[in-house]
């Protein structure tokens, strides 16, 4: 069974920087495309980022480009997402999810993820 455990949420003012990170067991982590999603109160689950196995591809919501980078330490089983000038409408519990299909490919759907973490809130006030 995949277990995916998020951290590094929390409180920050506006044009701050989070780190968060998602801690991957009981899967082939390398095998493993890897996506960061998130939800605000009120509204549905968006893609936020996604990387490939290695690395080497990454995928990015418009909203965020520019303003967040996905990484990943297959060594550590570890996915990151880095956000830098955080926004008020940032603010949401965000997800790591994992797909093991098999495909190295950076999906942006949701519904093409296997496993889920619990979530992190992120509140960024303004």
């Known amino acids: 069974q995949v277990q995916l455990v998020e951290s590094g949420g929390g409180l920050v003012q506006a044009g701050g920087s989070l780190r968060l990170s998602c801690v991957a067991s009981g899967c082939t982590f390398r095998s493993c495309v890897m996506g960061w999603f998130r939800q605000a109160p009120g509204k549905e689950r968006e893609f936020v980022a996604a990387i490939s196995w290695g690395g080497g591809d990454t995928a990015y919501a418009d909203s965020v480009k520019g303003r967040f980078t996905i990484s990943r330490d297959n060594a550590q089983n570890t996915v990151y997402l880095r956000m830098n000038s955080l926004k008020p409408e940032d603010t949401a519990v965000y997800y790591c999810?994992?797909?093991?299909?098999?495909?190295?490919?950076?999906?942006?759907?949701?519904?093409?993820?296997?496993?889920w973490g619990q979530g992190t809130q992120v509140t960024v006030s303004s």
């Open positions: 999810a994992a797909d093991r299909s098999g495909i190295n490919s950076v999906y942006r759907r949701g519904v093409d993820y296997d496993y």
